[in-house]
T-cell receptor, first 116, second 113 residues
Framework: GAVVSQHPSRVICKSGTSVKIECRSLDFQATTMFWYRQFPKQSLMLMAT?????????EQGVEKDKFLINHASLTLSTLTVTSAHPEDSSFYIC????????????FGPGTRLLVL | GENVEQHPSTLSVQEGDSAVIKCTYSDSASNYFPWYKQELGKGPQLIID?????GEKKDQRIAVTLNKTAKHFSLHITETQPEDSAVYFC????????????FGTGTRLLVSP
């Protein structure tokens, strides 16, 4: 149980294009999902908290207009990197917190984004 | 806000030895402390967690201890195996609901056969 999937696992795009990453909780409902970014050999950096049916809460320094988050259902959150640039290349990981089950977060497998 | 420090940054052990990773946190209100294992190119996997009303928790070869007074918690892996090689992250959070995790900087564990 507690499986989180992400799609795609890897994506290469040209500078200036937009990329959408999906995060799904497969066997539980998640009112709250989180989006992280991880650079090589570094820790996870929280980008935003995604709440079903409401606007996402962004961490300081994260541009909400560049990283669009939609959490339209209890099992799906999407992150869209708009007008991607090479500096946006990173490993993007989502996590989901089962509704009503306390603090535990389960992470997806991550999405490797490379912007050329 | 919460700050989590993690040591060591790298740890090399021989197969069968024990490994200990330590974390300290700054916010005394934190009450949930998970540990994650991350293999290369993959997402973090929850391996064990502990809440502040418990001092120790064990799951087979893995154990976590918590000292609330000193605000530190540790991961203990006994009888290490090569497949334990990975990066381990500690984290801390307080309360429930939307409370976010604050992660440590990670420990790269290498278990040599």
């Amino acid at each position: 149980g507690a499986v989180v999937s992400q799609h795609p696992s890897r994506v290469i795009c040209k500078s200036g294009t937009s990329v959408k990453i999906e995060c799904r909780s497969l066997d539980f409902q998640a009112t709250t999902m989180f989006w992280y970014r991880q650079f090589p050999k570094q820790s996870l950096m929280l980008m935003a908290t995604s709440n079903e049916g409401s606007k996402a809460t962004y961490e300081q320094g994260v541009e909400k207009d560049k990283f669009l988050i939609n959490h339209a259902s209890l099992t799906l959150s999407t992150l869209t990197v708009t007008s991607a640039h090479p500096e946006d290349s990173s490993f993007y990981i989502c996590s989901a917190k089962p509704t009503g089950k306390g603090e535990t977060q389960y992470f997806g497998p991550g999405t490797r984004l490379l912007v050329l | 806000g919460e700050n989590v420090e993690q040591h060591p940054s790298t740890l090399s052990v021989q197969e069968g030895d024990s490994a200990v990773i330590k974390c300290t946190y700054s916010d005394s209100a934190s009450n949930y402390f998970p540990w994650y294992k991350q293999e290369l190119g993959k997402g973090p996997q929850l391996i064990i967690d502990i809440r502040s009303n418990v001092g120790e928790k064990k799951d087979q070869r893995i154990a976590v201890t918590l000292n609330k007074t000193a605000k530190h918690f540790s991961l203990h892996i006994t009888e290490t195996q090569p497949e334990d090689s990975a990066v381990y992250f500690c984290a801390a959070s307080k309360g429930t609901g939307f409370q976010k995790l604050v992660f440590g900087t990670g420990t790269r564990l290498l278990v040599s056969p």
